[in-house]
């Protein structure tokens, strides 16, 4: 069984940090392209970035510069250090795998709150 599981959300004031986990199973890691995606209260889904499977990164221009995407593949876990947070960051945050010729996979978000 497939599994992507976000962890490390909470609740940070504006200005502060967070790094948010996505721990993977039930595929092998080193083959797939990983996704930061958010989706805030009433909003629709939005990717992040990317960390593509020999680690070249992709962001979206919002998140440039203030959050890093990394990945363990000893561990099977991808990162997102999310850093200078403002109250438009607040979203569940949740991570997907894709690989050539399969379907994607998506996890669980964890929810991730900027107050002002």
């Known amino acids: 069984e497939v599994q992507l599981q976000a962890s490390g959300g909470g609740l940070v004031q504006t200005g502060g940090s967070l790094r948010l986990s996505c721990a993977v199973s039930g595929v092998i890691f080193d083959d797939y392209g990983i996704g930061w995606f958010r989706q805030a209260p009433g909003k629709g889904s939005e990717g992040l970035g990317w960390i593509s499977n020999d680690g070249m990164t992709y962001y979206i221009d919002s998140v440039k510069g203030r959050f890093t995407i990394s990945r363990d593949n000893v561990k099977n876990t991808l990162y997102l250090q999310m850093n200078s947070l403002n109250v438009e960051d607040t979203a569940v945050y949740y991570c997907?795998?894709?690989?050539?010729?399969?379907?994607?996979?998506w996890g669980q978000g964890t929810l991730v709150t900027v107050s002002s």
């Open positions: 997907n795998a894709v690989t050539v010729g399969a379907a994607p996979y």
